[in-house]
């Protein structure tokens, strides 16, 4: 018996140290037209609409946006399917203080928390390299498709994936 509840003991520790977060980040869908907070277009509705398919079946807990309606517009689909309310992090302070506070709010959360972050093509990759993935490439202005998925443990990026979701983009 002492063998058993040592074994299930190491079991449950090794489990525990294994966890790791799960981040998905993504960039807004395309855009309306150019004014200052822009809703999404067709493609980037269907864009949003294509996000939720890829994710039901992770069911992210946590949605963090920009305040801009392009952002919380791309999340939205995902978010009703999963009863999650999205967050809006503020864009006081600039763009830096933007992914710092991101970053702060993802690493405050559960070791097994599931996070869907939709950004900017300015601050994806910023965000993820403060989360620990120091390969993320930055994103041109007429990229859409790219999902970066990292599993975090602690400080550090234990593993990072870039997928693509939606109709594909072309930038020349």
């Not at 981040?23 to 509705?45: C, I, N, W």
């Not at 970066?148 to 550090?156: A, E, K, R, S, V």
Request: proline share 6%; hydrophobic share 45%.
């Amino acid at each position: 018996m002492k063998r058993f509840l040592l074994a299930a003991a190491v079991s449950l520790l090794t489990a525990t140290s294994a966890m790791a977060q799960t981040v998905y980040l993504v960039r807004h869908a395309e855009k309306a037209d150019a004014g200052a907070d822009p809703a999404l277009s067709e493609a980037g509705q269907a864009r949003a609409a294509a996000l939720a398919a890829m994710l039901a079946d992770v069911h992210p807990g946590h949605i963090f946006t920009s305040p801009l309606q392009r952002t919380r517009l791309t999340a939205a689909p995902t978010a009703a399917f999963h009863s999650v309310t999205v967050e809006p992090i503020s864009l006081d302070g600039g763009g830096a203080a933007h992914v710092a506070a991101i970053a702060e709010r993802v690493r405050a959360l559960p070791e097994d928390a599931v996070v869907l972050i939709v950004g900017h093509s300015n601050t994806v990759p910023p965000i993820a390299r403060a989360l620990g993935y120091a390969e993320a490439a930055d994103m041109p202005e007429c990229e859409y498709d790219r999902m970066t998925t990292l599993h975090l443990m602690g400080d550090t990026a234990a593993h990072g994936q870039v997928t693509r979701y939606g109709a594909p983009t072309t930038c020349p």
